[in-house]
Nanobody, 121 residues
Framework: QVQLVESGGGLVQAGGSLRLSCAAS????????MGWFRQAPGKEREFVAT????????DYADSVKGRFTSSRDNAKNTVYLQMNSRRTEDTAVYYC??????????????WGQGTQVTVSS
């Protein structure tokens, strides 16, 4: 059974940095896309970033491009989301997700429980 556990959320000031981690277990993730999504209060969940497990290919939403970086550590079965130059509008619950069809912006079948990130001005 696939399990995804996020960590690293918290409170950060605008302009600061934070790194989220997603520990994945339950199967081999070769070929999977590992995505990051977020949901702000009163808004729908939105795509943030994705990385292809094998080759490290990445894709980012326009709103975070140049500020966020997704990476993975194969040995630790963990993916990361490095968030720099944080803005107050980045405040949301961040979710890690896995898609056996690859690094896409939708159709993720497996989800973590989410971690709260709050950016203060």
């Amino acid at each position: 059974q696939v399990q995804l556990v996020e960590s690293g959320g918290g409170l950060v000031q605008a302009g600061g940095s934070l790194r989220l981690s997603c520990a994945a277990s339950g199967r081999t993730f070769s070929g999977y896309g590992m995505g990051w999504f977020r949901q702000a209060p009163g808004k729908e969940r939105e795509f943030v970033a994705t990385i292809r497990w094998n080759f490290g290919w990445t894709d980012y939403a326009d709103s975070v491009k140049g500020r966020f970086t997704s990476s993975r550590d194969n040995a630790k079965n963990t993916v990361y989301l490095q968030m720099n130059s944080r803005r107050t509008e980045d405040t949301a619950v961040y979710y890690c997700a896995a898609n056996r069809r690859g690094a896409t912006r939708a159709e993720y079948a497996y989800w973590g429980q989410g971690t709260q990130v709050t950016v203060s001005s």
